[in-house]
């Protein structure tokens, strides 16, 4: 991201979301390590960016309780940022790199691998060749 003020105001956004708890599992990634996925100029993001709703029984319907998730996440992306979903796509354990852990075609593949039964690596630092 190269304009500092939008840099300023992506940082005071993510440190608004997590001291209010509206994205509590706002993650930022290095680069992408998933095949296909040019790195953008701005930060890779990932988060629940929906709604927070309730269930109103007497009208039988959901209700918005809270529309910040999203309207940040409208306003990262106005800065530059790019936004991924956070049950989609997890870190690399060696270089911090965004990885895909769901698909989002018939064709796709894991670009990751399981070290152990709890460290996740992506394939490139997993043959030994991240940056």
């Known amino acids: 991201m190269k304009d500092t003020r939008a840099r300023d105001r992506v940082s005071r956004l993510c440190e608004y979301a997590m001291r209010e708890n509206v994205l509590p599992d706002l993650r930022e990634y290095a680069r992408y390590c998933e095949p296909g996925y040019d790195d953008p100029e701005g930060l890779i993001l990932s988060a629940d960016w929906n709604d ?8 039988r319907t959901r209700v ?12 990262l992306e106005r800065l530059g940022c790019e936004l991924e979903w956070c049950d989609e796509w997890t870190a690399c354990e060696e270089c911090n790199g965004a990885i895909r852990t769901q698909p989002d075609s018939m064709s796709w593949t894991p670009s990751y691998v399981w070290e152990d039964e709890c460290t996740i690596v992506c ?3 997993a043959e030994g060749g991240a940056l």
């Open 52 to 59: 927070r709703d309730s269930y109103d029984a007497a009208t």
């Open 64 to 75: 918005v309780t809270d529309n910040r998730p999203r309207r940040i996440g409208d306003l």
């Open 123 to 125: 394939t490139e630092c």
